[in-house]
């Protein structure tokens, strides 16, 4: 049941420890365990650099992020994730209810005006966040400074729209997803227009899920990312792991051939055997991901819920792989057609009988789904959908009808006890990182390159000249 207040005007900016995504976290539990002391540093990339912020829009951007600092762990959010996220272990829940964001400290935000700096407010400019800090301590940053940069340029540059009809569409939206048999989670908290959008998207979703049950229709929504929503509307929270846990194990252990199981291994020694078990592939490439996959798991201490050995003594490795743990994958970039039949392969391959998970992330609207969902199918796997940008920032603008294109902005660990952090992905649009490691690692690993038609980076959920049906 949802018990937010409507009637209370909109709310601004970031209002809860808990208004991110779970998977951060997860990661964060695993980090405070494994990598607790380790600095690092992130870096802020605009995937649509013509799109940029007014001085007036960056002031108000830092003045939300230095209310950031104020925000903790409320009683009643502690009691939440106790009860419905019981895989946090106690250790990190203490350290959370102390844990504050300092980013006086952690972060500085500046703005490079694109013509002579006079200062005036309507001055257009690029806007740079620098991250840093140990690993704990700021990896909560990334989703409330996505969501509110997205949120400082839809109140003061692209401004011709309003809330009108967004609770609807999500509505109709669901109806559609879940006629098509497909299980959908909402991921739309990091380049949403706003939370208020966020939260109208998702009770339009759960009215969606509501009507689905009574109709008896083959869907299902199974959550949200957010973990702040989750609780408003007493949900379970979506998610499990980015590609940063495997960007920060290789930089740290800066072994590239190995760094792959080590993050897999040290996953399962922090939430155990078949928790939070969906693997994200592409962080190097999908094939580096499947040596590692495949190999039988090898236990660290203290991994939580192991059976003892006939002797009594913990296991030291187990008769499974990685593969047979994890109850699937997620499906991030790259062709997913290709990468289906990819995993069909690989499972046969492994001899795994069990019906594995694909979860699909990367710019999913309705058609994509149910595609997707048809060629999971046909290979025997099962499909799931983390919708995120098309359910949380869909909007047109109301004097041309065209449609007002979101923001592509990304936040991406850059460095790790003082080695540079590199994704590949299995599209180059999406690498990330030093360029000259992004090579030395291709060439270690025999990355072979690859490019999606689907994969323009610019314009992922249309362009400004698009008008909407």
């Known amino acids: 049941m949802d018990h937010f207040d409507w009637s209370t005007p909109f709310p601004e900016g970031v209002i809860s420890f808990l208004d991110t995504d779970l998977y951060k976290l997860t990661m964060q539990c695993a980090v405070f365990k494994y990598y607790p002391d380790v600095p690092v540093t992130y870096a802020f990339t605009n995937r649509t650099p013509e799109k940029k912020l007014s001085r007036k829009a960056f002031s108000w951007l830092c003045e939300q992020i230095s209310k950031l600092g104020n925000i903790s762990l409320s009683d009643d959010e502690l009691r939440f994730l106790q009860s419905h996220c019981k895989y ?16 006086r400290e952690q972060l500085n935000p500046t703005f490079h005006p694109v013509g002579a700096d006079t200062g005036a407010q309507e001055e257009l400019g690029d806007i740079h966040i620098e991250i840093r800090g140990t690993w704990v301590d700021t990896i909560l940053y990334e989703i409330p400074l996505l969501a509110l940069t997205s949120e400082a340029y839809f109140k003061f540059m692209d401004t011709d729209w309003n809330y009108e009809g967004q609770e609807q569409k999500a509505l109709d939206k669901g109806i559609r997803l879940l006629e098509a048999g497909c299980v959908v989670s909402e991921f739309g908290t990091r380049r949403r227009r706003d939370y208020h959008t966020q939260a109208l998207v998702f009770r339009g979703l759960v009215k969606a899920s509501k009507e689905a049950e009574k109709r008896g229709l083959p869907g299902k929504l199974s959550g949200t990312s957010n973990v702040h929503l989750a609780m408003r509307f007493n949900l379970p929270p979506v998610g499990t792991v980015a590609h940063e846990w495997f960007m920060g194990v290789a930089a740290i252990t800066d072994d590239y051939l190995g760094a792959t199981e080590e993050a897999l291994r040290r996953w399962i020694g922090c939430f155990g055997e078949g928790v939070l078990g969906v693997a994200l592939t592409d962080t190097f490439g999908t094939p580096e991901f499947l040596k590692a996959f495949s190999k039988p798991v090898r236990f660290l201490p203290d991994t939580p819920n192991l059976p003892p050995t006939s002797e009594g003594t913990e ?9 047979e743990v994890f109850g699937g994958v997620r499906q991030d970039s790259g062709d997913p057609a290709t990468f289906v039949k990819l995993m069909r392969a690989f499972y046969d391959k492994q001899g795994i009988k069990e019906k594995k998970t694909i979860v699909f992330s990367d710019s999913l609207d309705i058609d994509k789904c149910i595609e997707y969902k048809r060629v999971s199918d046909e290979q025997g796997l099962n499909p799931t959908f983390g919708v995120g940008t098309y359910l949380t920032n869909d909007f047109i603008h109301l004097t041309t009808g065209k449609k007002s294109v979101p923001l592509n902005i990304v936040i991406k660990l850059s460095s790790a ?4 952090a590199i994704k590949i992905s299995d599209n180059i649009g ?19 390159e690859k490019e999606w038609a689907g994969g323009d980076e610019t314009s992922r959920w249309g362009k400004a000249d698009d008008v909407q049906q």
């Open 430 to 448: 999406k690498n990330t990182g030093d360029s000259a490691k992004v090579a030395e690692v291709k060439k270690l690993l025999g990355y072979v």
């Open 315 to 323: 296991p030291t490795t187990s008769p499974r792989s990685y593969a």
């Open 88 to 103: 946090l272990s106690a250790p990190y829940l203490d350290f959370l209810k102390e844990f504050r964001l300092k980013p």
């Open 417 to 420: 006890a003082g080695n540079p």
